[in-house]
């Protein structure tokens, strides 16, 4: 399950930001996580009660942020919301079309007392 890896690297990032703001606890920590990040929800809300016992984040309160699968369509040029990766443009229904977003996954902000 790589989701037990990706909490061990948030549990990195709060650490670090705990010495550097000199903050003691995380009561809320904000995951964006895009459409085609490929990230399990249950499991990793599972992996990160337990990664985070005996950090400043152990009880906090994970809140996980869709955003959404973007592409650019060739056919009309135009930066799009996708479902799917192989999906048509919405707008001109073209089949040309670049992923540009959906698979990022990033701490958007914290809760700390």
């Given amino acids: ?3 037990m890896s990706l909490c061990e690297g948030i549990r990195a990032i709060v650490e670090d930001q705990a010495r550097q703001a000199r903050f003691d606890r ?3 920590l904000r995951l964006e996580i ?3 990040a490929g990230v399990e929800k249950p499991a990793l809300s599972f992996a ?3 990664v985070m016992r005996g950090s400043p984040a152990e009880g ?3 809140e ?3 955003l959404p699968g973007r592409a650019l369509c060739y056919d009309c040029g135009v930066e799009v919301e996708i479902e799917n990766r192989l999906d048509p443009c919405p707008r001109c229904a ?3 079309l670049m992923p540009v977003g959906g698979d990022e996954m990033r701490i958007r902000d914290m809760e700390v007392v």
């Fill in 34 to 36: 895009g459409r085609f």
């Fill in 60 to 62: 906090a309160r994970l």
């Fill in 48 to 50: 990160f009660d337990v």
């Fill in 26 to 28: 995380v009561t809320v």
């Fill in 64 to 66: 996980m942020i869709d």
């Fill in 94 to 96: 073209g089949g040309r």
């Fill in 1 to 3: 399950m790589h989701e």
